[in-house]
């Protein structure tokens, strides 16, 4: 007899030589399945579901927040007292405030500029309190005073 490949076994056309030219079988019960609808099961399996996503978050850059020194904290607070000031007089004054946005995800975070009016300046309760409005309740939007970065009055 004939040897295979490796040498070691049988060569399959010798051993399958009568069955091996006969046409595939056809069932009676079932229709041929399309190549269409035979696809998906050869696709790609992702066993670890989720992995992606979590390879995606981890790689994600945060920012770490900057620790102002005594000089920028003393600009802040007259920026802020200069504000009051404003609000007192009956004014709603338009400010560009950048500020530090904790990540929900992980260690720190990002530093978000936007214009706003400044309503209050709660000091009481360390907030920057914004005229517009977010949420369900509709209440006013705030911002940390902690987190302030720069306040610039328009």
Do not use: W
């Amino acid at each position: 007899m004939a040897k295979g490949i490796t040498g070691k076994e049988a060569d399959p056309r010798m051993v399958y030589g009568d069955i091996i030219d006969l046409p595939a079988p056809k069932s009676k019960k079932h229709p041929a399945m399309s190549l269409y609808d035979r696809a998906p099961q050869f696709a790609p399996f992702a066993a670890l579901t989720g992995y992606d996503d979590m390879i995606q978050e981890e790689a994600r850059l945060t920012d770490e927040r900057i620790e102002m020194g005594e000089d920028a904290l003393n600009q802040l607070n007259l920026a802020l007292q200069e504000i009051a000031g404003r609000i007192q007089a009956g004014e709603q004054p338009r400010c560009s405030l950048t500020y530090f946005v904790p990540d929900p995800m992980k260690a720190g975070g990002a530093y978000v500029t936007r214009t706003e009016e400044v309503r209050r300046v709660d000091l009481a309760a360390g907030k920057l309190i914004l005229c517009r409005k977010e949420g369900y309740g509709d209440e006013y939007a705030t911002v940390d005073l902690h987190q302030l970065l720069e306040v610039t009055q328009e």
